[in-house]
Antibody
Framework: EVQLVESGGGLVQPGGSLRLSCAVS????????MHWVRQPPGKGLVWVSR????????TYADSVKGRFTISRDNAKNTLYLQMNSLTAEDTAVYYC?????????WGQGTLVTVSS | QAGLTQPPSVSKGLRQTATLTCTGN????????AAWLQQRQGHPPKLLSYKNNDRPSGISERFSASRSGNTASLTISGLQPEDEADYYCSAWDSSLSTWLFGGGTKLTVL
């Protein structure tokens, strides 16, 4: 069974940092590109970042470029999102998702709240 | 115009048919096609279709997708109470080199 489990969310002050993790199981992690997608409270889905299987090809939304870093550890079957210089606009549920034709499997999400 | 445009809400009766639309441009929907995702309240999104009308295993045939030019559509037939959810379209934009989501359509089953 394919599973994606996010962790690392929480309350952080503006300007602070947080690292999210997404532990996967049930498939060959190293064979897939992976994404982070976020959803602000009461709003729609927003694509954040993508990393391909070897970890060297990464893409970011303009809104997070230069502040967020996506990475992966294929030996640990884990995807990461390092988030720096956080602002209130980054408050959202963050989902990791597998890419197969589109976003075919999603985690349950982890809530990040940026507030003083 | 960047982004994918979806109507904010659609309401239909039980057992009726609903058609949801998603309008993009030649760089995304018109070129790459669109995927559709369903998100029930309090749950993560679930993929319903991709490449315009391929369905993942386990997705009901009541969900049918199509595309005409720069507009993708999702048709849900025989509406059931459990179909009440938010529906999002998604596409890769080859000009922006980014994945796009529509703003979502809230489907109400009366």
């Amino acid at each position: 069974e394919v599973q994606l489990v996010e962790s690392g969310g929480g309350l952080v002050q503006p300007g602070g940092s947080l690292r999210l993790s997404c532990a996967v199981s049930g498939f060959t992690f190293s064979s897939y590109c992976m994404h982070w997608v976020r959803q602000p409270p009461g709003k729609g889905l927003v694509w954040v970042s993508r990393i391909c299987s070897d970890g060297t090809t990464t893409t970011y939304a303009d809104s997070v470029k230069g502040r967020f870093t996506i990475s992966r550890d294929n030996a640990k079957n884990t995807l990461y999102l390092q988030m720096n210089s956080l602002t209130a606009e980054d408050t959202a549920v963050y989902y990791c998702a597998r890419e197969q034709m589109s976003f075919d499997y999603w985690g349950q999400g982890t809530l990040v709240t940026v507030s003083s | 115009q960047a982004g994918l445009t979806q109507p904010p809400s659609v309401s239909k009766g039980l057992r009726q048919t609903a058609t949801l639309t998603c309008t993009g441009n030649n760089n995304n929907v018109g070129n790459q096609g669109a995927a559709w995702l369903q998100q029930r309240q309090g749950h993560p999104p679930k993929l319903l279709s991709y490449k315009n009308n391929d369905r993942p295993s386990g997705i009901s045939e009541r969900f049918s997708a199509s595309r005409s030019g720069n507009t993708a559509s999702l048709t849900i037939s025989g509406l059931q109470p459990e179909d009440e959810a938010d529906y999002y379209c998604s596409a890769w934009d080859s000009s922006l080199s980014t994945w796009l989501f529509g703003g979502g359509t809230k489907l109400t089953v009366l």
